[in-house]
């Protein structure tokens, strides 16, 4: 194996440019390896830098996102209830609405046969 005289160049990143490249990794339209490849860093790197970031090692505008997880956690349980709750009312909407179509035909036949029986007594 060769010997390496010189050490390797490592590169040192500030968190603002981390977090800053994490952020644009999260915009809906871009992806994580286009981002790596426009920062010219290596695509596992910025896998590395948005775990941290997920966790709250990597910090930016000095807030810490220790703790996002729980609290979606809790906020998608209530969703979960609401939606439950809303579907048992779509479901008798439309079955409200199902029966307020049935009863408008049944009323618009009954017109019509009033309407039929009308007119054969005036032709007798």
Request: charged letters at 35%; glycine letters at 4%; aromatic letters at 8%.
């Amino acid at each position: 194996m060769p010997k390496y005289n010189n050490p390797r160049k490592t590169w040192q990143y500030s968190t603002e440019f981390k977090v800053r490249a994490v952020k644009m990794s999260y915009q809906p339209d871009i992806k994580s390896s286009q981002v790596a490849e426009g920062l010219g860093i290596h695509p596992f790197m910025l896998s590395r830098w948005r775990k941290e970031y997920r966790e709250g090692h990597l910090q930016g505008d000095g807030k810490r996102r220790v703790g996002l997880s729980k609290k979606r956690k809790v906020k998608s349980a209530k969703q979960i209830t609401e939606n439950a709750q809303l579907k048992k009312e779509i479901d008798r909407l439309k079955k409200e609405n199902d029966l307020l179509k049935k009863w408008q035909q049944y009323l618009a036949d009954q017109h019509q046969n009033d309407l039929d029986s009308s007119t054969d007594t005036e032709k007798n």
